[in-house]
């Protein structure tokens, strides 16, 4: 075990950024670096946290009343923190994760109008205080968004989840949310245009990253 705390890295945006290949992407570069790495994702990583990811995304089913899903993100993210986050980044390896406390407060916040301090509070619970060292927000207009992900889920042979198929004023606020979190923290957020070619984001993605690490 590594006496140097690893760096927690976290990639964010509304649907269709393309946030899971440019997480993978960071990931494999890191390694072929080297680098010790960890990459995982919300909800989801764990047992429990695949189990909750399963019941929010499934459209089929009665969905979950805004306050129980709150807490069911809340519960992934807690189980995640604990298992697989923080003795990952003790041990030195440094952690990528698709998605984390920021979805919540933008997701549930501004997009369900939750009280924006309460859920901070609550995330702060459920992370035990956990920030990311750097978060890379993955920014694009909600109507190419939107087609970007029906067209990954068709390629997939599936079709959208129960949050992709909210109404567009709720995407809309969702991306409004990132864009003033992001304002609000510019030290941590990285705000990049999602619609650059992908070449060019893993680049940008690349520097800044190393950046931090070698902070």
């Known amino acids: 075990m ?10 964010e945006g509304p649907e269709g950024g393309g946030k899971s290949t440019h997480a993978a992407a960071l990931a494999q570069r890191l390694r072929t670096s080297g680098m010790a790495v960890k990459l995982t994702r919300e909800p989801g990583g764990t047992w429990l946290g695949e189990g909750v990811r399963r019941l929010l995304k499934d459209h089929q089913q009665p969905p979950p009343t805004p306050p129980a899903e709150l807490l069911l993100f809340l519960a992934a993210r807690a189980q995640l923190v604990g298992e697989v986050i923080r003795p990952a980044l003790a041990a030195g390896l440094h ?11 933008v997701y549930q916040g501004y ?3 939750f009280d924006l301090e309460q859920v901070r509070e609550l995330n702060a619970m459920a992370t035990g205080g956990l920030m990311p060292d750097i978060t890379f927000l993955l920014d694009l207009d909600v109507t190419a968004g939107l087609l970007r992900a029906q067209n990954r ?12 198929r909210e109404a ?6 969702v991306r409004q949310g990132y864009l003033a979190i992001a304002r609000q923290d510019p030290g941590r957020f990285r705000l990049l245009d999602a619609t650059r070619p992908p070449a060019e984001l893993q680049q940008a993605v690349w520097e800044a990253a190393q950046h931090v690490i070698q902070s």
């Open 2 to 11: 590594t006496d140097k705390r690893g760096k927690l890295i976290t990639f």
């Open 95 to 105: 952690v990528i994760c698709d998605r984390f406390a920021d979805s919540t407060a």
């Open 168 to 173: 567009r004023e709720f995407h809309e606020r």
């Open 111 to 113: 997009g369900r109008n």
């Open 153 to 164: 889920q068709s390629a997939n042979g599936g079709g959208a989840d129960r949050i992709e």
